[in-house]
């Protein structure tokens, strides 16, 4: 088993990555405050392994709440549903929640738990590999709204972070490649750990799922999450660049209506997008443009959009981002590989040319 810590003072919290580690118990319960547990996961996640959680708390009052799947069940009405449970079954301030699945129901069970009472106690345990690589680390919570993706929400600290590699079993492969795109985002970011020649090296190991290099992989991952997290928690600064392809990706995915692209595949096309639009701008040669593609193709991500997508509903709905100030659309751009800058002074021709490439 690999341990970090994610730093932040008194909120810090410990994320174990490795195998069986929904047997070990004790890494769970020593998280657990009061004696109310409740797990909250879906419909897909609780025939394969809530029995297997529900055993480690035999020593708790215990509820559970079952979701449906999808990320259009990701709205405040379900969250509501959730409050609801919680109050019938008269659980306390002292409560904990534990989070079982992927990042939706983590995203729900987050800010339900930083709501609810004005906050209680919280523990992830993420079985998708993006919610293991990315949305299970940092304490963003949250609920989308009709008219925008993650709109509601607040930050909330999880006291753990347990990851069972061993989840990734059942989990598709193209969910799997959606998780491939968080990672590959990281590697784009900062030139740390030698991460994007380690997965372009990898990258068919990594596809048939070895879990030696998976488990370094998501390692690495959560290593670039939280050494940003710990610099800029609430995202006034440095935490902006971990949004590189996702203005471009919630466009894509509000305009085509959720579920249509997993989360992952709306990002890795906007990766590209970003990364196309910076060669225009003069960053990034056509060689690294090349090289980034060909990584992305080779995790099974999309490239292009799939369906149609008027390039100016895109663009009104980039407007509606948590990254736009006044207006001005604010973009993660790439100066080289491994140098991702925050860029509000691009060429709105530029991008004009980027989004009518992709938008047809
Ligand atoms: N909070 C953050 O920082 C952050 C970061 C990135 C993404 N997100 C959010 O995460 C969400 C996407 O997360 P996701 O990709 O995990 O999607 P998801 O939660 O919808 O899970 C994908 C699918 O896999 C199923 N599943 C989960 N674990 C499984 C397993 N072990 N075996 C078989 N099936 C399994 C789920 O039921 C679902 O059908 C989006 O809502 C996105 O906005 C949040």
């Known amino acids: 088993m690999k341990i970090l810590n994610l730093d932040l003072g008194d909120k810090s919290y410990p994320i174990y990555i490795g195998q069986n580690l929904l047997l070990k118990g004790e890494l769970l319960t020593k ?30 009052e215990f509820a559970q709440v079952i979701l449906p799947d999808g990320e259009k069940y990701k709205t405040l009405g379900t969250v509501n549903y959730i409050f609801s449970t919680l109050l019938e079954k008269r659980f306390d301030r002292s409560c904990t929640l534990i989070a079982l699945g992927g990042g939706v129901v983590g995203d729900m069970t987050g800010f339900v738990a930083a709501s609810y009472q004005r906050g209680v106690n919280f523990i992830q345990i993420p079985t998708t590999l993006l919610s293991q690589v990315d949305s299970s680390v940092g304490g963003k919570t949250g609920v989308n709204h009709m008219l925008g ?7 909330h600290q999880p006291k ?9 079993d059942t989990l598709d492969n193209q969910q799997y490649s959606s998780g491939m795109a968080e990672v590959i985002k990281y590697a784009l970011l900062v030139e740390y750990l030698n991460f994007f020649n380690f997965l372009q090296e990898n990258i068919k190991d990594l596809m048939n799922r070895k879990k030696s290099l998976i488990i370094k992989m998501i390692y690495q991952s959560c290593q670039h999450k939280i050494n940003i997290v710990a610099q800029d928690e609430l995202e006034t600064g440095k935490r902006t660049l971990l949004n590189l392809g996702h203005t471009f990706g919630h466009a894509i995915e509000n305009t085509l209506g959720y579920g249509t692209f997993l989360h992952g595949e709306a990002v890795s096309v906007g990766i590209l997008m970003a990364t196309k639009l910076s060669h225009l701008e003069g960053h990034l040669s056509s060689k690294q443009v090349a090289k980034i593609q060909d990584l992305l193709e080779k995790a099974n991500l999309p490239i292009s959009i799939i369906g149609k997508i008027n390039a100016s509903a895109f663009m009104k709905a980039m407007l509606v981002d948590k990254k736009v100030i006044n207006g001005n659309i604010r973009l993660i751009l790439l100066k080289r590989l491994g140098q991702a800058f925050i860029c509000d002074n691009y060429n709105n021709h530029l991008l004009d040319q980027v989004v009518n490439e992709f938008c047809q």
């Open 160 to 168: 753990c972070v347990l990851i069972d590699i061993d989840t990734l």
């Open 31 to 60: 998280y657990i405050t009061g004696k109310q547990v409740m797990i909250v996961t879906n419909t897909t996640v609780a025939p394969l392994y809530l029995k297997k959680v529900q055993n480690l708390l035999s020593s708790f």
């Open 149 to 155: 993706k993650n709109m509601i929400g607040a930050f």
